[in-house]
Every structure is written in structure tokens, then in C-alpha cells.
């Protein structure tokens, strides 16, 4: 038995770009952060050929859980042809060989940015989600140190006094994106900057989601099946964003997260934030066999 | 004259006639910041319903005390119980930080000098009460408006002003603004650390009677801490007078002011007159 | 007198320790008396006998340094001298009573507030205090108007009249009495021996000091007096001569 045997030759990256143990040690973060849902982990963020802030947590991720096998989506605000999505995504199939897709049905891993696809997802697939700021008590509590215990005390009065703030100043609540949310009852956590409309599809979801924060150093999850609760006062019932009488203009969809795109005259009109949709919508109109799958959303009314 | 041979005051017997048990006892408190002993075998008992006022010189250990019958601070040594159901036996100084602060806003109102301590400042003064009542589980909005707007109004603050945020107000409101707060779940027992120190006399007067009316309609139990003999003796039942963090004399407020046994008690009460 | 004596002051005995004149002033020494249910006792001496200091001293304000004060509460006898502070002030709430000339007048309390809060901490309901304290008010002569103001503005007299009706609104089991009547006019005193007349009817012991006795004269049962170093009880019958 020589050196050479145990050893293998020498290669400028490994599979999957990161070498083992920071793999490893990614892994064992989320198996943590799975068995602890909605704590945050943290974990050494290695270099990745990107700038922080620009998905490094997300792509850390996907780069650990890719395999040859795996089929992978990168959504940028539900758009899959963004250049941001598009170069994420062929960097990974460059790296690990798994293949591309735009399709939310047919990906086992989805990393996004800012948006849930509206196709209900599945127990044999991963949503990665990219987070900016990993921390809800940051807007009340600026010391970590003193935020991770009033995590460990589930001290949440003052997140909840924000909220409540909010209604006293504005008549409403004022959080749009990354709406606090209580995972199992116990950690609350940012959802990454995805809008209210998507916080109750990751309610009792039949698929892994993982959150991580690549410039923060952080990652968090919640595991297929586990409560996802908005912090929301009794008498004021949780409200997503009135979209769900807006139709896309390019594909005739509606019911679903618009993005707005304001005219030359003053108004405004609107195209499916969910792009793929959209295109099986038309491709489907067109009478390609292209099926649209089951949607969170039915007629603009949450349902699953 | 030799005054060690002359009679001294009466020891007093232990309580025959109160059937009430004590709501808050502590044992043999011990405290040492380093080289300084803040705080050596000080006992403490409160009935329900009382007021215990606290005086003493700066450094004499009584904001120690209080600290530390806000959980805020442990001791070297001694114990500390609350005739609370389900806690009556228990240490409160072996409780974890989480059972510490859970207990703390559920039956422990403080109000401090500084309302800096006490008061989110930027936060509207309604949110400064509510954030007690969310802590404690509350989740309706309404019943948090109308919790806090009680609370606020029995301290006397007025409630067109609910929404300003403390900093905007003057010292004596913003008082009133943490006596809300430390109010509002009626707790058990209601610490005062100075709590018109620093006020106009006009101002503290006036927040002493709501002080005043506050103990008579609800029989809270209070401990006031203060360095201005007019204040405890406007307020407790009770006195226990420190220095150098020994209890030097303790009795009924009147004994206490007009027949001083100890010579320390004696130069602070001349020193008032 | 066949009945057990409400109380009974053995060998009472105060002095005062003044560290920063390192000396001691010595009250009264010595002082035993009985005293039973309706029984109105009046202590005499000249001034600085220790009329004042002896009630006071019953009443805890000062720590005796001797003696005891055995007292049949309601709740079995105890000696106030070394009784503790909380049963003290519990005997405060529910059984003696202490009525000086000076009124505790707190910032913004209305005057009939002041005199219904003994009946409104010893449960009765608001309505009720409130008319008492109203009745006591006018048996006293202070005119209506003045009921809602707040006595701390008022004059001594009115005070005084304000203290008297808070102090004897709540019958008591054991009264003392610190000069009531000084700075009161000639209806107010009245009202006073009206009112005391009654309480002692009602059982109420009373042990009082007054500058001029004769206004209670016809109440008095008997008296001591405070001038002799060691004190002994007197008969009303041997000693007492009306002023």
C-alpha cells in the first residue's frame, strides 16, 4: 500500500467546489438546524466565487446538498432567466454535474431568492433560501449576544411590542417582507425578505426548507411538516398581499404574486412573479402538454 | 454617664397576633463587590399588603437589596422566597434566568429613579405597559389597548398622551409611565428605587399620592427604597434603616422617626429636622 | 369591676437615649394602672410629666425600655411593649385608635375621603363610608362646601375637626386621646363629648390627656397622675378636682 493508493490525485476544486469538511461541517449545521427547527446555526461561510450578499449562504448549501442526480432550479424573485439565478445555477451544474431546470415541478433542490414557487412542493425536494439578515431580533435588540439569549428565553415582547407599535402609529402592521414567524412554537425566525404571501407555504409544508445567511454566517430550517405561525395579534388576522385579483398581463393568470410594472400614464400593469408559471400557462394556452402543478394559491385563496 | 448600663429598648417578641404569613422574606443576604461588602446578613420580611420603606445613605446596600428582590442581582449568600402559589418554599436565587425573568413580570413591579432603566423611550407609552402584558402571553390587540389604558389611568397619566413616547414627556409622567407598567398584571409585589428622587417637590407630591391611592384601592405590597426620610415617612408602614449594608434598626415608620434607638438612625433623623 | 381588665400597664417605664448629647432623658418610670371595657381614664401632671409620652408609648410610638402593657385584643392578650411591629400595626387597623391635634393631611385627598378611608379598610362598602364620613363631618361643623376640598389647605380648627371625624368614625376597642380638643370651637367640642360619650357607652376604653379636663369632665372615671416619679392608680372618688 503506497501513499498514491490512499490518496487521491490532485485537483483545482473539489466536486461540488467546496472541499470535504467544509461540507461537513455544513452538513452537520443543518442536521442541527433540522433537529432544532427555526434555531439559527452558525457556521464558517467559506469563500465562494461570488460576493457576499449576493446568495452565498444559499449557494454553500446547494453545493453541499448537490449530487450528480440532483435536478436543480435557482429562482431571483421567482424568475428564473435573472443573470444573478442563471449563473448560480450553471456554476452548480458546472461544479457538481447535476442538472438544470426551470421547472418547479421536476428540481429536487430550489435555491431562491426572495420567493416560494406557487407549485406546492414536494417531500423529496429542498427549497434553499438566500438570507440577507438571519436575525428578527436585530430591529429591537442590536447586541447578539444578548439576542441569542432572549432566543434561548423565547423573549419575544419586544418583537411583538414592534408589531404593536406599528398598529398604534400606522392602523396597521408595517412588516412586509420577512415577516417574523414562530417556527414549532418555539424560535421565531426572519423568513428571508420573501413576501406575507408566501410565509403560509411554508406552513406544514411537505418539503425541507433551509435559510442561510452567507454574509451573517448563519443557517436555519424548517423541516417538512412543522408549524409555521406569523406573529399576529388575535384580533388582527394575519393579511398577505391583495394580489389575488390581479392577472398577469403576458400570460392571463391570476390569483397569484404579481410583480407591478408602473406605465408612462400613471398606472400600473402586472406580470406572475413566478415566471416558470407563466410560461406553462402560455405554453399550455399554446396546447403543449406542459402542466401547470398543484398551486398553494387556488383563485387568489390560500388552500393547501 | 455610663449609657451601656442603662436600660435599653425592649427586645420585640416574634409576630403573635398576625395570622397572615410573610409575602416576601429574605434570609441572611450577603453581597461583596470585590474589597466592598455591600450587602452582610440583611433579613427582610414583608407581609402582604404592607409597605416596607427602606432608608440609608448612598452605598448603604439598599438599591442592592432591591436589585436583588427584582432578581436582578444574586447574593454570596442567603435566601430569598415569595409567598407565591406553587413557589412558597422556593429559593428564588436558584431559579434559571428564564424562570427568573418569567416570575419577575408576572409578579415583580419595579419603578426606578432613572426611568431610562425601565422605559423603552422611543416606544409609545401604551407599548411601554403592553410589552408587560406580551411577555405574559397576551395576544389580543384590543385587550392590550384597553390593559394598558387601565394601567395608565391608575397611575393618573393622562390618557390623551397614551401614544407619546416616554422621552417626549416630563420626569413625573414618565414616572407614571413605569408605575403603569409595573402595575399592569397586578403583580404581588411592587419595588420602588427612589421613584420621585430627582422630581419638583410639586411633581413628587403629587406622584406620591397616586402612589398613595394605588396602595389603598389595590393593598399592593410595597417595598420603597429612598434616601429622603419626608418620602418614607409620607408612605411605609415600616422601616428598615441601613448602613454600610447592615441593617442597623427597623420598626414602625412613626417609632422609627420620633424614638431612634440606634445613634446612626438618631443623626439622620435630626439631620432631616 | 368583676370583668378582666382590657389593660393592664405594669411597671412602665421610658427613657429616652440621645447619643448625640450622649445622655439620657428619663419619661416616666414605673407606671402601672387597669383599665376596662367603657372605662375613660384621664392622665394629669404638669407639663413634661410625660402625659403625651406615656400614650405614645402604649401606642408604640416609643419603645418602652420596661414594664409591659398586657392588652386583650380580639385575637387573645398580648403585651404591647414588646409586641411585634406587624401585630402593632395590626391592632392600629382593627382596635386602638390614636387621636392627636394634628392632622396627617395628604395633597389632593377630599376631606370626606380622609374620614371614610378607616371604614373603607375595614371593608365597608364606598356608599357607606361616604355617608358616615358626610355625617361625622357635619356633626363636627364642617360646613358641606368644604367636604370635597382638600384639607391640607384648610385652617387648624377645620383640620382638627377633619382628624377628629376620621379618627372616631371607626369604633375602636382602646382610644387614646392627646389633647383632641385644643384649637377646637366651643360646637366641635361639644360634637367631641357627644361623640366620646357614646363610644364609651358602646365599651370603648379611653385613656386621655386634655388641657382643660373639664370639658370631658362628666366622662371621667378616673385619673393618674404623672408628676411622682413611680405612679400608682388613683381613684377618681379620693382624687380627681374638677377644673
Known amino acids: 500500500m503506497s501513499l498514491a493508493t490512499l490518496t487521491k490525485d490532485w485537483a483545482a476544486t473539489s466536486y461540488g467546489f467546496l472541499d470535504a469538511s467544509a461540507k461537513r461541517e455544513l452538513r452537520r ?42 435536478v436543480v432550479k435557482v429562482i431571483d424573485q421567482g424568475a428564473d432567466d435573472g443573470v444573478n439565478a ?44 438566500q438570507v440577507p439578515n438571519p436575525e428578527p431580533l436585530r430591529g429591537v435588540e442590536p447586541n447578539i449576544s444578548i439576542a441569542r439569549q432572549m432566543h434561548a428565553d423565547a423573549d419575544y415582547g419586544k418583537l411583538w411590542l414592534t408589531l404593536y407599535e406599528q398598529i398604534v402609529r400606522k392602523g396597521r402592521i408595517m412588516q412586509g417582507a420577512a415577516y417574523p414567524s414562530m417556527v414549532n412554537g418555539r424560535h421565531v425566525m426572519t423568513p428571508s425578505p420573501i413576501p406575507r404571501w408566501d410565509v403560509p407555504k411554508l406552513n406544514m409544508s411537505k418539503h425541507l426548507t433551509i435559510l442561510s445567511a452567507g454574509r451573517e454566517k448563519r443557517l436555519y430550517a424548517v423541516p417538512p411538516y412543522t408549524r409555521v405561525e406569523p406573529l399576529v395579534f388575535s384580533d388582527r388576522p394575519y393579511l398577505v398581499e391583495d394580489h389575488a385579483a390581479l392577472t398577469c398581463r403576458r400570460s392571463g ?29 402560455i405554453d399550455c394556452a399554446d396546447g403543449a402538454p406542459d402542466a401547470i402543478g398543484d398551486t398553494w394559491y387556488r383563485n387568489g385563496e390560500f388552500s393547501a | 454617664m455610663n449609657l451601656i448600663s442603662e436600660p435599653a429598648a425592649l427586645e420585640r417578641a416574634a409576630p403573635r397576633l398576625m395570622r397572615a404569613e410573610p409575602l416576601l422574606r429574605m434570609t441572611d443576604i450577603s453581597k461583596r463587590y470585590g474589597d466592598v461588602r455591600a450587602l452582610r446578613g440583611v433579613d427582610a420580611v414583608v407581609y402582604p399588603g404592607e409597605v416596607m420603606g427602606i432608608v440609608g445613605e448612598s452605598g448603604s446596600g439598599k438599591s442592592t437589596l432591591l436589585r436583588m428582590m427584582n432578581l436582578e442581582d444574586t447574593p454570596d449568600s442567603g435566601d430569598y422566597t415569595l409567598r407565591l402559589p406553587g413557589r412558597e418554599n422556593e429559593n428564588l436565587f436558584d431559579l434559571t434566568r428564564y424562570e427568573r425573568r418569567m416570575l419577575c413580570a408576572r409578579h415583580i413591579g419595579i419603578v426606578y429613579q432613572n426611568p431610562h432603566l425601565g422605559l423603552l423611550m422611543k416606544h409609545s407609552s401604551s407599548g411601554n405597559v403592553a410589552e408587560r402584558l406580551l411577555i405574559a ?28 413616547r416616554p422621552i417626549e414627556l416630563s420626569g413625573g409622567m414618565q414616572q407614571r409611565v413605569q408605575l403603569a407598567k409595573a402595575i399592569a398584571l397586578e403583580p404581588a409585589l411592587l419595588l420602588l428605587d427612589e421613584p420621585t428622587t430627582g422630581l419638583d417637590v410639586s411633581v413628587q407630591a403629587l406622584v406620591l399620592d397616586t402612589l398613595k391611592r394605588l ?26 434603616v441601613m448602613r454600610h449594608g447592615e441593617v442597623v434598626e427597623q420598626g414602625l415608620a412613626d417609632q422609627v422617626f420620633q424614638d431612634p434607638q440606634h445613634p446612626y438612625t438618631q443623626q439622620l433623623v435630626h439631620a432631616k429636622l | 369591676m368583676t370583668t378582666t ?13 440621645m447619643y448625640h448629647l450622649d445622655s439620657m432623658l428619663h419619661a416616666f418610670e414605673g407606671v402601672s394602672f387597669e383599665l376596662h371595657e367603657g372605662e375613660f381614664l384621664l392622665l394629669r401632671g404638669h407639663n413634661g410629666a410625660g402625659k403625651s409620652t406615656l400614650l405614645r408609648t402604649i401606642w408604640r410610638s416609643y419603645l418602652p425600655v420596661g414594664g409591659h402593657v398586657f392588652y386583650r385584643s380580639q385575637h387573645g392578650e398580648i403585651d404591647l411593649a414588646n409586641a411585634a411591629d406587624v401585630d402593632i400595626a395590626l391592632l392600629r387597623r382593627e382596635e386602638i385608635g390614636f387621636v392627636t391635634q394634628f392632622l396627617n393631611a395628604r395633597p389632593r385627598v377630599a376631606a370626606q375621603d380622609i374620614v371614610a378611608e378607616p371604614l373603607l379598610l375595614a371593608g365597608h362598602s364606598q356608599t357607606e363610608a361616604l355617608d358616615q364620613a358626610r355625617h361625622w363631618l357635619d356633626q363636627f361643623g364642617v360646613r358641606p362646601e368644604l367636604w370635597r376640598a382638600y384639607p391640607s389647605t384648610f385652617s387648624g380648627g377645620e383640620q382638627q375637626k377633619v382628624n377628629l371625624a376620621r379618627a372616631l368614625i371607626l369604633p375602636q ?68 378636682v374638677a377644673v
Not at chain 2, 215 to 240: C, F, K
Not at chain 3, 5 to 17: A, I, S, Y
Request: charged residues 25%; aromatic residues 4%; glycine residues 8%.
Open chain 1, 29 to 70: 449545521k443543518m442536521l442541527k438546524a433540522i433537529a432544532v427547527p427555526g434555531c439559527q446555526m452558525p457556521y464558517a461561510s467559506r469563500e465562494v466565487p461570488m460576493a457576499r450578499g449576493w446568495g452565498t449562504g444559499g449557494l454553500q448549501v446547494t453545493l453541499t446538498l448537490v449530487n450528480p442526480n440532483s
Open chain 1, 86 to 129: 442563471a449563473s448560480i445555477r450553471r456554476f452548480i451544474s458546472r461544479v457538481s454535474g447535476a442538472s438544470e431546470t426551470w421547472d418547479t415541478l421536476e428540481a429536487t433542490i430550489v435555491q431562491s431568492r426572495h420567493r416560494v414557487p406557487e407549485e406546492i412542493m414536494r417531500e423529496n425536494q429542498v427549497l434553499v433560501l
Open chain 1, 253 to 281: 393568470v391570476s390569483g397569484f404574486f404579481m410583480n407591478e410594472l408602473p406605465q408612462d400614464g400613471g398606472g400600473s400593469v402586472f406580470e406572475v412573479s413566478d415566471s416558470n408559471l407563466g410560461i406553462k400557462a
Open chain 2, 137 to 164: 402571553g397576551e395576544r389580543s390587540f384590543e385587550i392590550l389597548r384597553s390593559k394598558a389604558r387601565e394601567a395608565l389611568d391608575a397611575s393618573e397619566f393622562p390618557l390623551d398622551r397614551m401614544d407619546a
Open chain 2, 215 to 240: 396602595q389603598r384601592d389595590r393593598r399592593i405590597t410595597m417595598v420603597l427604597v429612598s434616601h429622603d426620610l419626608g418620602v418614607i415617612r409620607t408612605m411605609a408602614d415600616r422601616v428598615m
Open chain 3, 5 to 17: 381588665p382590657l389593660l393592664r400597664v405594669q411597671g412602665l417605664t421610658k427613657t429616652f437615649r
Open chain 3, 173 to 240: 376597642r382602646l382610644l387614646l386621646l392627646d389633647e383632641p380638643t385644643a384649637s377646637l370651637d366651643v360646637g366641635a367640642r361639644a360634637a367631641l363629648v357627644r361623640r366620646l360619650a357614646d363610644l364609651k357607652a358602646q365599651g370603648v376604653a379611653i385613656i386621655g390627656v386634655f388641657h382643660h379636663p373639664g370639658d370631658v369632665s362628666d366622662l371621667i372615671d378616673r385619673e393618674i397622675n404623672l408628676n411622682t416619679r413611680v405612679v400608682a392608680d388613683h381613684s377618681r372618688e379620693d382624687e380627681h
